[in-house]
């Protein structure tokens, strides 16, 4: 599997986590020893694992965590380092977000994510129209170098 192809599948492990409300599987996708920070929707910033993990048990384990789908996932690896812009769909609500992924002990883990309202929200990309405005894009898979 090429790097894109590993770096989609932890982004998208990210947000199956979310979706389980999986408190152990949230805390297992983020590094353990590169620095993390995180950035919610409203919030001021967040430094080091433990305040970002707390945040997010805090979320998982509210009354009502949101439901989240990622849309539109675009990775982008520079050696050992990665990241992925995504549309971030709610009930309502568009985010856009920068998951960033640092490599550890051969798998890609989250340093970094941070997530913000669009101004205008855009239309569903379509899977047979991500690739007519990218002439970088890898065959059908949307995946940028």
């Not at 409300?21 to 297992?28: E, H, I, L, T, Y």
């Not at 520079?78 to 309502?92: D, K």
């Not at 920068?98 to 569903?124: C, I, M, S």
Request: charged residues 25%.
């Amino acid at each position: 599997m090429r790097d894109e192809e590993q770096v989609l599948a932890a982004n998208q492990a990210f947000y199956d986590a979310f979706a389980r409300r999986d408190v152990a599987a949230m805390a297992a996708q983020w590094a353990m020893r590169a620095p993390v920070a995180c950035v919610h929707p409203g919030w001021q910033a967040l430094f080091g694992r433990e305040a970002v993990l707390a945040s997010w048990r805090g979320i998982l384990e509210g009354p009502n965590p949101p439901v989240i789908r990622c849309t539109a996932p675009t990775a982008h690896v520079f050696g050992e380092a990665a990241l992925v812009i995504c549309t971030e769909r709610l009930p309502g609500v568009e985010l856009v977000a920068t998951n960033y992924f640092v490599r550890e002990d051969g798998a890609w883990k989250l340093a970094h994510h941070q997530a913000g309202g669009v101004a205008r929200p855009g239309e569903e990309r379509e899977e047979s129209d991500e690739n007519d405005d990218n002439d970088e894009s890898d065959d059908e898979s949307g995946l940028l170098h």
